[in-house]
């Protein structure tokens, strides 16, 4: 592959397969050899690239984030060379197998998320922030289509998504977010959480932010698995909440 040569330096002669795991827009290679893997996130400069970059600087120490190994702007596309996160990622097999282990492991992840201290963190996921960019989006023309699911239903495009979240927004609980909490984006190691990925949707907002998308992946299994996420959280389900971050996430 033709990478910069800034990233090449740390990855000759390591062997290089195109990575297929999670839905994001960049394309992410892993890069291996009989001593290390790394992985590397090829993406459009955009928010989310920045920010990612950032939050990983100043999650160090504070959060079992991956290190990074080299970072560079090129072309209008950023490169990002991370270590391997340690541990299995959420979404494999011998935890979806097993959803009574990954909703335990899912509330231990939202629980070392929410002990992060707020201070200098430098970005903002309020609901404020996210309805700003979801109307700029929409006025350049923005088209979603969007995923039928029981918090979804009556919705049939953007702006009936954005009307109602402007006039329904909720108080928020404001916690460290990932932002984009799905299985595919934390990992663990002897049954506890042991890394955080993905992290450009971070920063500063509502915890039921990544509860609602904790819940929405639960949906594959039967209720009492979500009942029993909610167990391990010592708390009860606001649904309105819940509906309302799965409708806010259809717009990112």
Known sequence: MNFPKEINQ???????????????????????????????????????????????????????????????????????????????????????????QLVKLAAEGLKLLWAVPLSKCPFDASIESKLKKAKEEIDNGMKICIDKNIYTKGFNNEQDVYEYLVSNIPKEDKVLSHGDYCFNNYFAYNNHISGFIDMGRGGVGDRYQDIALCVRELMDYEKTYTELFFSYLNTKPDYEKIRYYILLDELF
């Open 10 to 100: 740390f990855i000759e002669n390591m062997e290089c397969v195109k990575d297929s795991e999670g839905m994001s827009k960049a394309d992410v290679y892993r890069l291996f050899d009989s001593n290390k893997t790394y992985y590397l996130k090829v993406e459009k400069r955009c928010d989310e690239t920045i920010r990612e970059h950032e939050m990983y600087r100043w999650l160090k120490g504070k959060l079992s984030v991956p290190e990074i190994i080299c970072e560079c702007f090129e072309n209008g596309m950023d490169y990002l060379l991370i270590e391997k996160a340690k541990g299995i990622m959420l979404e494999s097999k011998c935890y979806r197998n097993n959803p009574e």
